[in-house]
Structures are given as structure tokens and as C-alpha cells.
């Protein structure tokens, strides 16, 4: 069985307070997106192993999020050994929850390979046991999230008449780090309140808070922002915790933005 996932962009991002198991209460909308995929293949075999394709990372077998998700349903309904591949294409530590993605579709393959007949409420909670926003990809539609992420809406949100370009530039930045350094504050205004209004009004008042962080951290991120804006971006923002910063276009924007090449050599 082979599949493709989906990355995600955040359309705004508040840390709202640090809750006493540690994880932040937020609230953000996960987008879905298309520009990159990973894809999965799973097939029976004698002994487990896992395939690591085309990546910008090296990790541990047991520390990879598919390899968690077949290990969680393993454990539960004595799964058979599968050979799992994963070949990437969403870069990582990038913002798009790519590692998130692949847990998702991994949960997803091995209900319909193996039958386990999971329900979607059952998919969702082992996909919040694996990551606060892995639920979000086991859907194909936005969602406003709140909690750690895991409780997820869907909104009424289309953004098919613009275009989304994505600047990811080599920088991997770790979510941990990201939460350590942040100041939990109460947002004026709601975020779904904001993520209803014109999205000409989003570039004053849609707001991720780590950007705050992350850009002073690494300034070429916030210069990129910006020529987002020059090049005619209606919105730009840093997605999660970043790296990656993206603009929404209109569909008929006359300038050719090549801005993987245009813009990250000069930074």
C-alpha cells in the first residue's frame, strides 16, 4: 500500500498560557497545503524494518514518528511486521509538520491494511497520543485548533482563489526551544474572530507569536517576510514555529516569484 500526505501552513498562532502539564494551551488554524509531500509505503514482511528516503535528517528507527505509530496499533492489536518506507519532501524543523503528517497517513494505512475498522474518533485519540497537532492530517480540511492542538474545528475558510508560496530556507528550528523562550499572553482579540475579516485586514492584526522569537534569533527569516510583502503578498507569515515563511498571493499577480531562488541566496 502506497499514500501521500499533505504538509500544513498556521494562519496566526497564539500561546495563550503554559498549562500544568507542562504543554501550552494555543490557538491556531491549520491549513492544508500542497506544495510539498511525503509518501508512505507499507507491505507485509518476515521482520519489521523502516526505510528512510531522500531526507534532510538522520534519527534513531524507534524515534520516528511512523515507526511510533505502527508501534502504538502493534502493541494494541498484535500487528504483523510490515516493511514501512517513508520518502520525504516536506522539509523538517520547517514549520509544516511534516513528521506529524506521517504519523497521520501511518495510523490511516494500517487501519485499512489491516482492518482494524477504527473509527475516526479512535484515529484522532492515537494520533494526540503522538503529536499535539497530528490529528489536523488525519483531515483534509481547514481547522481551528485550540487546547495543544488537538481539538480541532473546521472552519469555513477557502484560500483556492490565491496562491500559497513557501520560502524554506536551510534553518531547522526546534519546537521545544521555540516553547521554552515564548511569554504566554491572552490575545486582544480571538484568532477565529480575525480569520473571519477580509484577508486584506489579516497583515495588521493575524499574528504568529513566535515570530517575535524566531526572528530575532535568525533576522534573514524576517527579511524574507518582507519581500514576501514587496513582491505583492496580500499575507506573510512564518509557519508554526518555523522556519518556513509563506505568502498568500493573489492568483493574479504578474511577477514571477521564484522565491526558493530569489530570495533565500540573498540572504
Given at each position: 500500500m502506497r499514500a501521500s500526505v499533505h504538509h500544513k501552513i498556521?494562519?496566526?498562532?497564539?500561546?495563550?498560557?503554559?498549562?500544568?502539564?507542562?504543554?501550552?494551551?494555543?490557538?491556531?488554524?491549520?491549513y492544508p497545503c500542497h506544495n510539498y509531500k511525503d509518501t508512505i509505503e507499507i507491505s507485509p514482511a518476515s521482520q519489521f524494518s523502516f526505510i528512510l528516503k531522500n531526507a534532510d535528517f538522520t534519527c534513531n528507527i524507534e524515534d520516528n514518528l511512523c515507526v511510533k505509530a505502527f508501534r502504538l496499533l502493534q502493541n494494541m492489536y498484535d500487528l504483523p511486521p510490515v516493511t514501512l518506507t517513508l520518502t520525504?519532501?516536506?522539509?523538517?524543523?520547517?514549520?509544516?509538520?511534516?513528521?506529524?503528517?506521517?504519523?497521520?497517513?501511518t495510523l490511516k494505512m494500517l487501519n485499512t491494511l489491516f482492518s482494524l475498522q477504527l473509527s475516526s474518533n479512535q484515529l484522532h485519540e492515537f494520533?494526540?497520543?503522538?503529536g499535539s497537532d497530528t490529528a489536523f492530517f488525519l483531515y483534509n480540511e481547514p481547522m481551528y485548533a485550540t487546547s495543544r492542538g488537538e481539538i480541532l474545528t473546521p472552519i469555513a475558510l477557502d484560500l483556492s482563489k490565491y496562491k500559497i508560496e513557501l520560502v524554506c530556507p536551510n534553518i531547522s528550528i526546534s519546537?521545544?526551544?521555540?516553547?521554552?523562550?515564548?511569554?504566554?499572553?491572552?490575545?486582544?482579540?480571538?484568532?477565529h474572530q480575525i480569520i473571519n475579516m477580509p484577508i486584506k485586514k489579516w497583515k495588521n492584526m493575524l499574528v504568529n507569536d513566535f515570530e517575535?522569537?524566531?526572528?530575532?534569533?535568525?533576522?534573514?527569516?524576517?527579511?524574507?517576510?518582507?519581500?514576501?510583502?514587496?513582491?505583492?503578498?496580500?499575507?506573510?507569515?512564518?509557519?508554526?514555529?518555523?522556519?518556513?515563511?509563506?505568502?498568500?498571493?493573489?492568483?493574479?499577480?504578474?511577477?514571477?516569484?521564484?522565491?526558493?531562488?530569489?530570495?533565500?541566496?540573498?540572504?
Open positions: 498556521n494562519l496566526g498562532l497564539h500561546i495563550i498560557k503554559k498549562l500544568p502539564s507542562g504543554f501550552h494551551a494555543l490557538e491556531t488554524v491549520f520525504k519532501q516536506i522539509p523538517s524543523g520547517a514549520g509544516l509538520g511534516g513528521g506529524s503528517a506521517n504519523a497521520a497517513l494520533a494526540t497520543q503522538l519546537t521545544a526551544q521555540a516553547y521554552n523562550a515564548i511569554t504566554p499572553k491572552k490575545p486582544e482579540i480571538p484568532l517575535k522569537i524566531i526572528f530575532k534569533q535568525h533576522p534573514q527569516l524576517l527579511q524574507i517576510k518582507n519581500e514576501l510583502y514587496r513582491k505583492g503578498a496580500l499575507y506573510a507569515s512564518m509557519s508554526g514555529s518555523g522556519s518556513t515563511v509563506y505568502g498568500i498571493f493573489a492568483r493574479n499577480t504578474t511577477e514571477k516569484c521564484n522565491l526558493k531562488q530569489e530570495l533565500v541566496p540573498k540572504l
